[in-house]
C-alpha cells in the first residue's frame, strides 16, 4: 500500500513522463518488443489513459523518445569514456563499441528500439534521428583522427565505418537475440564482447588500405 502510494504520488507531481519511458523499456527488456499499448502502461502506472497523452500523443512518440534518451545518453557514456583514454586516437576508438556494446546490455529495452525497431521520418523521431547523428559524428570523427594518425589504413572512412559498424551491430544482434551465449559460449559477456571488438578492429588496422577505396 506505502509503495503504491509512493508511486501514485511521484506520478502526479511531473514525473509520469519518465515513469512511462522505464516501464515501457521494461516491457522490451522482458519480451524483446515493444508490443504493449499505452492503455496498459498507464494501468500499470495506475493513472488513467488519458493521463499518458499529456506526454505522448502516441506509443510511437513514447519509443521514439526512448530511442532519443538512448542516443543521448550513449553520446555522454562515449564522450566521457573516450575523454579517460587522453589523446592517443586508437584507445578513443576503441572505447567507442565498448561503450556501445556495454549501454546494450545496460539498457536492452532502450537498445531494442535504437536498433531493432523502424524509425520513420516523421516529426515524432527528429529527437531520435538528430541524437543518432550526434553519435555516429563522433565515431567518424575518432575514425578520421586515427587515419590522420596513419593508425588506420588511407581510404574512404565510410567505407571503414560500415565494417566497424557491422562487427558491433552484429555482437548487439546476437545478443538481441537471445543467440550471442550460444555462439560464443559461456562467459562473461563484457570480457567476451571486448575481446571480439579488439580483435577484429587489430584486423582493420592491419589491412590493406586497397580494400577501403571506392570501388
Known amino acids: 500500500m506505502a509503495e503504491a502510494r509512493r508511486k501514485t504520488a511521484e506520478y ?17 527488456a522482458a519480451r524483446g518488443a515493444p508490443d504493449f ?31 532519443a534518451w538512448g542516443y543521448r545518453e550513449l553520446h555522454a557514456r562515449e564522450a566521457a569514456a573516450q575523454a579517460g583514454q587522453g589523446a592517443d586516437p586508437w584507445a578513443r576508438l576503441l572505447v567507442l563499441p565498448e561503450t556501445y556494446l556495454a549501454f ?4 536492452p529495452g532502450a537498445f531494442h528500439i535504437m536498433l531493432g525497431h523502424r524509425w520513420t521520418d516523421d516529426a515524432a523521431w527528429a529527437d531520435a534521428i538528430a541524437a543518432r ?13 586515427c587515419q590522420h594518425a596513419g593508425v588506420l589504413p588511407e581510404g574512404n572512412p565510410a567505407r571503414l565505418i560500415a565494417a566497424m559498424l557491422g562487427v558491433t551491430h552484429g555482437l548487439a544482434s ?25 580483435a577484429s578492429f587489430e584486423a582493420f588496422r ?9 570501388a
Open 12 to 28: 502526479h507531481h511531473g514525473n509520469l513522463r519518465d515513469a512511462l519511458m522505464r516501464l515501457a523499456m521494461q516491457r522490451i
Open 37 to 67: 499499448t499505452l492503455r496498459e502502461l498507464a494501468a500499470e502506472a495506475g493513472v488513467t489513459h488519458a493521463a499518458t497523452y499529456r506526454h505522448f500523443v502516441s506509443r510511437e512518440a513514447l519509443l521514439a523518445a526512448i530511442a
Open 104 to 107: 546494450m546490455l545496460d539498457a
Open 133 to 145: 547523428a550526434q553519435s555516429y559524428a563522433l565515431l567518424e570523427e575518432t575514425v578520421g583522427a
Open 174 to 198: 546476437l545478443w538481441l537475440n537471445g543467440q550471442f551465449g550460444v555462439v560464443v559460449g559461456a562467459g562473461d559477456a563484457r570480457a567476451l564482447i571486448r575481446e571480439t571488438v579488439c
Open 206 to 214: 592491419a589491412s590493406d588500405p586497397l580494400l577501403w577505396r571506392d
